[in-house]
T-cell receptor, first 114, second 110 residues
Framework: DAGITQSPRYKITETGRQVTLMCHQT?????MFWYRQDLGHGLRLIYY???????DKGEVPDGYVVSRSKTENFPLTLESATRSQTSVYFC?????????????FGPGTRLTVL | SQQGEEDPQALSIQEGENATMNCSYK?????LQWYRQNSGRGLVHLIL?????REKHSGRLRVTLDTSKKSSSLLITASRAADTASYFC??????????FGKGTRLSVIA
């Protein structure tokens, strides 16, 4: 399917477990982003990537790890999940430079940490 | 990156009425984008206005930009129930990721 997809769409896990959220885009966009959305906070940037093997921290990176070995994939790992990481996670991508063009968002992953 | 601040936080109107929401930002920009988010879904890009533009239209959407006041407005004319969503502005100063605020929650009542 063309576009940007996220998996899983829903995930329930327990405190201390490792969780990986997947993001895949078919456009070969250079930039990819991870945001989390919580009530009262809007969307907050976790990490972003300008290209394969280039990643950078956003506003709230603590507790998260990212990698980007291929242009089309940008997985987000919670190494030891905490309840405060219960949130909806959105992946996005854009062609060209960050902040210049349209960002395309995935459908989101709703993560619950018990 | 800079964050825009949307106002009002929530807006409730009748179907057929116009909806206006505002965005303020703090430093000079290259462009400003507006996005819509339907409940439980990802954001969808609506319109981008560049710093040298004052007004832009797309269907029932009209966006204005006043760089001297560091503000933008989004007008949705003849609102429909399907316009019920949250709306976010994202000012951009250049090659930095977009930052989103808390948005304006629009409810259009049929």
């Amino acid at each position: 399917d063309a576009g940007i997809t996220q998996s899983p769409r829903y995930k329930i896990t327990e405190t201390g477990r490792q969780v990986t959220l997947m993001c895949h885009q078919t456009w070969s966009h250079s930039y990819m982003f991870w945001y989390r959305q919580d009530l009262g906070h809007g969307l907050r940037l976790i990490y972003y990537s300008a290209a394969a093997d280039i990643t950078d921290k956003g506003e709230v990176p603590d507790g998260y790890v990212v990698s980007r070995s291929k242009t089309e994939n940008f997985p987000l790992t919670l190494e030891s999940a905490t309840r405060s990481q219960t949130s909806v996670y959105f992946c996005a991508s854009t062609a060209g430079l960050a902040g210049v063009g349209t960002q395309y968002f995935g459908p989101g992953t709703r993560l619950t940490v018990l | 990156s800079q964050q825009g601040e949307e106002d009002p936080q929530a807006l409730s109107i009748q179907e057929g009425e116009n909806a206006t929401m505002n965005c303020s930002y703090k430093t000079s920009i290259n462009n400003l984008q507006w996005y819509r988010q339907n409940s439980g879904r990802g954001l969808v890009h609506l319109i981008l206005i560049r710093s040298n533009e004052r007004e832009k239209h797309s269907g029932r959407l009209r966006v204005t930009l006043d760089t001297s006041k560091k503000s933008s407005s989004l007008l949705i004319t003849a609102s429909r129930a399907a316009d019920t969503a949250s709306y976010f502005c994202a000012p951009s100063s250049g090659n930095t990721p977009l930052v989103f605020g808390k948005g304006t929650r629009l409810s259009v009542i049929a």
